[in-house]
Nanobody, 121 residues
Framework: EVQLAESGGGLVQPGGSLRLSCAAS????????MSWVRQAPGKGLEWVSS????????YYAESMKGRFTISRDNAKNTLYLQMNSLKSDDTAVYYC??????????????WGKGTLVTVSS
């Protein structure tokens, strides 16, 4: 059974940083690309970032470029999202998602339960 467990969310002031983690199990982690997706209060799902199976290729939504960094540790079956220079618009539930193949893209088939990030002073 595929399981994805996010952690690291919380309350942070504007301009601050957070690092999200996603522990993966139930599948061969290093065979799949992974993504982060978020959902702000009252809004739809928004793709944040994706990383290829070996971590060589990474992609970001335009508004996250230069502020967010996606990475993975295949030895630990863990996906990360380093978020810097956070803004109130970044407030959302962040979900870790398993890709459908090795190539980084927004195509995903399994999701975690999410971790809440609140950016507020």
């Amino acid at each position: 059974e595929v399981q994805l467990a996010e952690s690291g969310g919380g309350l942070v002031q504007p301009g601050g940083s957070l690092r999200l983690s996603c522990a993966a199990s139930g599948f061969r982690f290093d065979d799949y690309a992974m993504s982060w997706v978020r959902q702000a209060p009252g809004k739809g799902l928004e793709w944040v970032s994706s990383i290829s199976w070996k971590g060589v290729n990474t992609y970001y939504a335009e508004s996250m470029k230069g502020r967010f960094t996606i990475s993975r540790d295949n030895a630990k079956n863990t996906l990360y999202l380093q978020m810097n220079s956070l803004k109130s618009d970044d407030t959302a539930v962040y979900y870790c998602a398993k890709g459908t193949g090795t190539v980084a893209s927004s195509l995903v088939d399994y999701w975690g339960k999410g971790t809440l990030v609140t950016v507020s002073s």
